[in-house]
């Protein structure tokens, strides 16, 4: 049940919430803004006619004075002198659902405080700037209002988040042409340049923080340079044209967010960006459905076969069949094809505007019989467009392809943009990006498709309102294990808390022929096998792919967890965290009363000793463990799984051993 309640006004040193005409000059305004359990302090201070806020965390300093507004082209670049004219304030509290996720109900619970102003002079524009308060954080927006402008040409933003003290920053550089696909760095905030969001820190206070946004549309993404200090500005991915954001003369930002938590894990429990964004415009959902699936995938990146035509080309009828007829037998009911069409070129990948067809197929395939047979066995054909970021080209053919995936049954589909630059010159993550990802997330909720973007945008929750935005990529996955120097071990004890804490990743996990046996020389995953089951419970996804040759999982007694572990979740909870270094995360199933543990390491062998309080007083389970063999570490026999059973309840614990490199998982089997 929702409540929304006007609220008496904020006891400050602000007249009574006083609405007027005209702006009325008034003495410094202060206000303070509590989250419902009163831990998190937002306060205001109109200053002179400027516009700032800081942040408390109990009592603690989280931000120190830090500017907001904006700069515009032409005349009146800057907004002139500011004067309060009304304030709203209001609680919120609602419970909701959702279609699917790591946790199925979702509690929205924040104070809110709205700031309407006035320019004292000419041309009196007016401004909104909204905050809330939440427990686990505080959000700020812009609204700023039509006022008679056919356009209007955002050039800067101004606003700042000024950490009081410095810390440990986890972060990716921004302005690069691999968009967000690096190593994630860690090093002091006073170090920092241009850094991508989510921006993870850790202060010298000892608190946790993110800094994100949410609700992304029809704006320009924010990254964040730094100016003097520990003192971050948000910075605005401009056009090819060095324009930010282009308007119609009025706009409502993005949120501009910052998570707060006193324990890692407690980020990733954090549902501030969800809550941020609107509620499902979906009708109907039933077509929506988180699943696992195999792909004629892994075998291109290691080099078996080839995404373009040619003798080992991967996505031929014989291929194809004998795909579905391996996800008949493991027990996987989705598949995924990639190189099925024309415009394959052994160049895919280069800066260039590749002119791929979305309804011709590539020699040697026919994808009305593939769909046809996979229909007959059972499985499910999600449904690939790749780009190559020849944004023109894809969207003059979109609809004819997605009315032909509509036809043949297809309700997901793979959308890749590989490139420096869509159309060679825009940045992925400018407003003409965020526009174009929108608006094929729209087009393909009308043909009934959900989506998982390659080389995206980066999430801000818009899952919450277009649910068909089921997961992407946005980081480096496996595919970086199969043809370069790959990803360290503490990767994947990385990501969970950086570039995770925006929503799902399509990571690609699975691989137990870890020393990729058929692949090109000198390459691994970097992990156990044990780990690479692990990933499942501790790198979300509804879309989970078991990316190995499906040949590697035939007969191989580990694939039990892989067939067993959901992908849809009632509950989640982080037991124990280290940034870069561990991480253990339990999911209860959301169709079943099994709980699922996933414990992994970064180059550190580790022990742990788990209390399974998590599960229901007296109900009794067996957990079914799949651990690191003894004796082994990510560079030697990783391969070695040993799988275990025993009874256990709530009142026990378990010790995990955890090799270098390695990880835990466990079944929680009601019985």
Not at 123 to 142: C, M, N, Q, T
Not at 373 to 398: D, P, R
Not at 438 to 454: E, G, P, S, W
């Amino acid at each position: 049940m929702s409540r929304i309640l006007l609220l008496l006004c904020l006891s400050l040193l602000l007249p009574a919430c006083e609405q007027a005409d005209k702006p009325q000059a008034t003495a410094t305004s202060y206000l303070t803004l509590n989250s419902p359990d009163t831990h998190n302090v937002l306060s205001v201070a109109l200053e002179e006619g400027l516009l700032s806020y800081k942040v408390q965390h109990k009592k603690q300093a989280v931000l120190n004075k830090s500017a907001l507004g904006f700069a515009f082209k032409g005349e009146h670049s800057k907004l002139g002198e500011l004067a309060l004219i009304k304030t709203e304030t209001a609680s919120f509290d609602q419970n909701w659902q959702q279609v699917w996720g790591e946790k199925q109900n979702v509690r929205d619970h924040y104070n809110k405080l709205s700031l309407h102003m006035q320019e004292r002079e000419k041309p009196h524009r007016k401004l909104i700037v909204e905050f809330r308060a939440y427990d686990d954080g505080v959000a700020l927006r812009y609204i700023y209002p039509q006022q008679g402008q056919s356009s209007l040409v955002i050039m800067d933003e101004l606003t700042e988040f000024n950490l009081a003290t410095d810390g440990t920053a986890w972060w990716i550089p921004a302005y690069q042409d691999n968009r967000y696909e690096y190593l994630t760095t860690e090093s002091l905030v006073s170090t920092l340049d241009k850094v991508h969001t989510p921006l993870t820190i850790k202060s010298d206070s000892g608190l946790y923080l993110s800094i994100h946004e949410a609700n992304l549309v029809d704006f320009a993404s924010m990254v964040l340079e730094r100016g003097k200090g520990t003192s971050l500005k948000a910075d605005l991915v401009p056009w090819a044209d060095g324009d930010r954001v282009k308007t119609d003369g009025s706009f409502s930002s993005p949120w501009r967010s910052i998570q707060i938590a006193e324990k890692p894990g407690d980020l990733i429990s954090s549902q501030l960006i969800l809550n941020l964004n609107e509620p499902n415009k979906l009708a109907d959902t039933s077509w929506i459905k988180p699943h696992k699936y195999l792909g004629i995938w892994w075998g291109m990146h290691i080099g078996k076969y080839t995404f373009w035509e040619s003798p080992t080309q991967g996505a031929t009828n014989e291929n194809a069949f004998a795909y579905i007829d391996y996800c008949v037998k493991l027990g996987i009911n989705h598949l995924l094809i990639e190189g099925w069409n024309k415009g394959w070129t052994p160049a895919w990948y280069e800066n260039a505007m590749h002119m791929f067809s979305f309804t011709e197929e590539a020699e040697g395939f026919d994808l009305q019989k593939v769909a046809e047979y996979a229909e007959a066995q059972g499985v499910n054909l999600i449904g690939y467009h790749e780009t190559g970021s020849n944004i023109t080209n894809y969207l003059k053919q979109i609809d004819d392809g997605m009315a032909m995936y509509q036809a043949l049954g297809i309700h997901d589909i793979k959308i890749g943009q590989v490139g420096s630059r869509l159309n060679m010159k825009e940045w992925h993550h400018s407003q003409f990006g965020v526009r174009y990802y929108r608006d094929v997330l729209k087009k393909a909720a009308q043909y009934k498709l959900a989506v998982n973007f390659h080389e995206p945008i980066k999430d801000t929750g818009e899952r919450r309102t277009y649910p068909n935005m089921m997961t992407r990529e946005g980081a480096r996955g496996q595919e970086y294990n199969a043809w370069s120097e790959g990803n360290p071990p503490s990767h994947t004890a990385t990501i969970p808390f950086t570039r995770m804490l925006a929503g799902p990743m399509d990571f690609t996990p699975g691989i137990l022929d870890v020393g990729i046996s058929q692949g090109h020389e000198g390459r691994d995953v970097h992990t156990t096998a044990a780990k690479q089951l692990a990933l499942y419970v501790v790198l979300y996804s509804p879309v989970q792919m078991l990316a190995d040759l499906p040949e590697n999982y035939y007969g191989n007694p580990a694939f039990q967890f892989l067939q067993d572990v959901p992908v849809d979740w009632q509950d989640t909870l982080v037991l124990n965290a280290e940034i870069g270094h561990y991480i253990t995360t339990v999911r209860k199933d959301r169709n079943s009363e099994d709980w699922y543990l996933g414990s992994i390491t970064n180059e550190q062998a580790r022990e742990f000793t788990i209390n399974l309080d998590f599960l229901p007083e007296g109900k009794k389970y067996q957990a079914q463990i799949y651990a690191d063999a003894p004796g082994i570490s990510w560079t030697e026999n990783a391969e070695g799984v040993a799988i275990s059973e025993q009874e256990v309840y709530s009142r026990d614990s378990l010790a995990l051993k955890l090799a270098p490199g390695g990880g835990t998982a466990i079944r929680f089997k009601a019985l």
